[in-house]
């Protein structure tokens, strides 16, 4: 103990992430200085270093103007100084600890699994199977898919040719097991890697998703892949990630909501609306109040198309409110009483989707809807993610069905998530 002590004391007085010479030279005393020939765990050293580089980044971040882009920037940039994409969302998990207000990091997801794909972008779906499971809303998972084709545009033989390998990836998971959150994200994510594999071509990108979802019929994902996928093709045109992202599109995306409504007209039903509810950063000022939020969704009569634009803008609400249930409800109580009812919901598994940590935060939400009345729709929905959004029967999904009221937790830990049915919600 008096080693680890000392270890501690001098990694303290260590100032820059570059000094990584003195860390590994008080990791080789620490195994091999005393001759002792049981081995001793590098964990409490290397939980020093992670804790070390955490402060490091917060510090840096602190003054900025706005934290959560400085952490976007400086987290991956430890990657450079031998931090592996393990310990930069470990550093992540930590930089959350230590900033609170910090919740959302699905873009530093995106960044950190980039980082690592551009060593090697051969090595991509191997990078995915790495990538954690229920942290920043899956972010990773994207950031690959994007990577490997950034700078790779393919033809449409060779688009053609990939399919097959595509579905593979995100049925079965390239060797890792999904959880049915995952999947789906992985299917959006194809929706990304199509535009950068066209290079910024729509029309090829949306015949790619139609191509992965016919093959997927027998799965019975046809549907949800062409929503997900279609989703992140119009995506990449109205929410740029960085200047890139810009370029590949800079003569095609409208720029006001006039020239979008005219730009989603030009596509056949399913594809319309994916473009409609993606192009919502057009409408901002709009969707900022519960009635504009519904104006913006009762573009079409199809309450199919109108629940997954509701979804998508609920999801927004809670990300824009950073996860903070009151000033959510505040929100949503004021939506015609079924709209009301979907956004407590859709909200409450948001949290939930963007971090399976935010379990306690989900429930406080379904609390809040159960006090207006509509506590059934949320929790119910609570149910349903219970077993898409973790493995059913693992420690994180015990931990998650405890946090639930009675009858919800027995219902929970007896896997009923997979028999709630998915619904539409009305006005």
Request: with cysteine.
């Amino acid at each position: 103990m008096t080693r680890i002590r000392f270890a501690k004391r001098a990694w303290e007085r260590i100032a820059l992430p570059g000094s990584l010479i003195v860390f590994f030279g008080i990791c080789a005393w620490l195994l091999y200085g005393t001759g002792l020939q049981t081995v001793l765990s590098l964990e409490p050293v290397k939980q020093i270093y992670l804790e070390q580089m955490a402060s490091r980044v917060v510090s840096v971040c602190a003054q900025e103007v706005h934290r959560p882009s400085c952490y976007e920037r400086e987290i991956p940039r430890r990657m450079d100084s031998g931090s592996t994409m393990e310990d930069a969302f470990q550093i992540t998990a930590l930089v959350q600890e230590k900033d609170p207000s910090y919740i959302y990091c699905h873009v530093l997801g995106h960044n950190i699994s980039a980082k690592e794909t551009a060593k090697d972008p051969s090595q991509w779906t191997n990078v995915i199977e790495r990538c954690p499971t229920g942290m920043c809303a899956n972010g990773c998972l994207h950031g690959s898919v994007q990577q490997r084709f950034r700078t790779d545009a393919l033809t449409a033989p060779e688009i053609k040719g990939m399919v097959p390998e595509l579905l593979q990836m995100c049925e079965f998971g390239a060797g890792k097991n999904y959880t049915s959150v995952e999947k789906a994200v992985c299917y959006h994510g194809l929706g990304h890697l199509g535009m950068y594999a066209t290079g910024g071509s729509v029309h090829q990108t949306l015949d790619m998703c139609d191509a992965i979802a016919n093959l997927a019929k027998e799965s019975g994902s046809a549907a949800a892949v062409k929503a997900r996928c279609y989703g992140a093709t119009f995506m990449q045109i109205f929410q740029f990630l960085d200047a890139e992202d810009r370029a590949l599109v800079k003569d095609s995306a409208p720029i006001n909501r006039s020239e979008a409504d005219a730009y989603c007209a030009k596509f056949s039903e399913g594809r319309a609306a994916a473009c409609h509810s993606e192009s919502w950063p057009l409408s901002r000022d709009q969707i900022k109040t519960p009635e504009g939020v519904v104006a913006f969704c009762s573009y079409s009569y199809n309450p199919d198309l109108q629940q997954t634009c509701y979804n998508m803008l609920f999801a927004s609400v809670t990300d824009t409110a950073n996860y903070e249930p009151k000033t959510i409800a505040a929100f949503c109580e004021k939506l015609p009483p079924g709209r009301m009812a979907h956004c407590f919901a859709r909200s409450a598994s948001r949290f939930i989707e963007t971090s399976q940590s935010l379990g306690p935060e989900a429930v406080s939400m379904c609390a809040e809807a159960k006090s207006r009345g509509v506590g059934e729709r949320c929790y119910s929905e609570l149910l349903y993610f219970s077993t898409h959004n973790y493995h059913e029967g693992s420690s994180a999904f015990t931990a998650f069905c405890a946090l639930l009221p009675v009858p919800w937790k027995q219902r929970c830990l007896a896997g009923e998530g997979n028999a709630v049915p998915i619904v539409n919600d009305t006005e």
